[in-house]
């Protein structure tokens, strides 16, 4: 039984509900972390906007729950995939995002969330994805690369947050 099936692990699409957990993983990530080059906290309403544009253009926002029958909103973690780049060419590729929330970290989540953020874009006739993972994330970049995906780039102090430089590795898995 994989980890998306297991009944400590539930993964499905998010909602409304779900936003105030959501927002709650991010901020702790935004603050605390490099997963996210972000170094303000976001908000509820910046999310519903979010899930509503992602909504509209068929992206999912997947979220784990600790169960097929947890209350909305509890969230332990969430993935979601979006365009690449803007320009027509790419449309076939998208880039994901995936967050855990800290006190659930190690407990196959991020597994789980990204089976089955691969199984939709696979279902959605993709081709390629992409992650965008901060060089030191190891434990981001052995997840990636267990599924597939190959380091295919590395930039050299793109980013800053906590006053250093941070890299970018860019890693892809072709789908089908």
Do not use: C
């Not at 995002?97 to 691969?118: F, H, M, N, P, Q």
């Not at 993709?126 to 380091?151: C, D, K, P, W």
């Amino acid at each position: 039984m994989s980890a998306a099936q297991s009944p400590f692990v539930h993964i499905r699409d998010a909602n409304a509900a779900d936003l105030p957990r959501i927002v709650a993983i991010l901020n702790e990530a935004i603050v605390h972390t490099t997963a996210i080059w972000s170094l303000e906290p976001t908000s509820v309403a910046e999310r519903a906007a979010w899930l509503a544009d992602r909504q509209a253009k068929g992206q999912p926002v997947l979220v784990a729950t600790p169960g097929p029958d947890a209350p909305p909103g509890e969230v332990l973690g969430f993935a979601t995939y979006g365009e690449f780049r803007a320009r027509s060419g790419y449309q076939h590729t998208v880039e994901n995002s995936l967050y855990v929330d800290e006190a659930a970290r190690g407990r196959g989540i991020g597994t789980a969330l990204l089976s089955a953020l691969l199984a939709r874009a696979t279902a959605a006739g993709l081709h390629v994805m992409i992650a965008g993972i901060e060089a030191s994330n190891l434990t981001s970049i052995r997840l990636h690369q267990r599924y597939g995906f190959s380091e295919t780039g590395r930039l050299p102090q793109v980013g800053r947050k906590f006053d250093r430089w941070l890299d970018l590795v860019f890693l892809q898995k072709i789908l089908n």
